[in-house]
Nanobody, 124 residues
Framework: QVQLVESGGGWVQAGDSLRLSCAAS????????MGWFRQAPRKEREFVAA????????YYADSVEGRFTISRDNAKNTLYLQMNSLKPEDTAVYYC?????????????????WGQGTQVTVSS
């Protein structure tokens, strides 16, 4: 079993930056593939970014490419999402997720473990 706890969400203005963190425990973090998803009110949960176990490969949704950066520190068992140039449409609850394969996945059903989410609100 893997426990994931997100932090770093908040209320910001358009153009600002935030960095989300996800602390993992319960499994060897360096063996897990990791991802970030988000869910806005009345919308389905959508993929944001993913990273392999090594951190050498990443994958982004078109809507965040060039603005968001996913990274991980395996020594600290922590996943990050650096979000720059935030837009009101980035407002959502952001979820950290993990799967056992170590690869890059972008579908919700491919992930085995989920955090409780952290709210990000971007005002115009």
């Amino acid at each position: 079993q893997v426990q994931l706890v997100e932090s770093g969400g908040g209320w910001v203005q358009a153009g600002d930056s935030l960095r989300l963190s996800c602390a993992a425990s319960g499994r060897t973090f360096s063996m897990l593939g990791m991802g970030w998803f988000r869910q806005a009110p009345r919308k389905e949960r959508e993929f944001v970014a993913a990273i392999t176990w090594s951190g050498l490969s990443t994958y982004y949704a078109d809507s965040v490419e060039g603005r968001f950066t996913i990274s991980r520190d395996n020594a600290k068992n922590t996943l990050y999402l650096q979000m720059n140039s935030l837009k009101p449409e980035d407002t959502a609850v952001y979820y950290c997720a993990a799967h056992d394969s170590g690869s890059v996945y972008y579908r919700t059903w491919e992930y085995d473990y989920w955090g409780q989410g952290t709210q990000v609100t971007v005002s115009s």
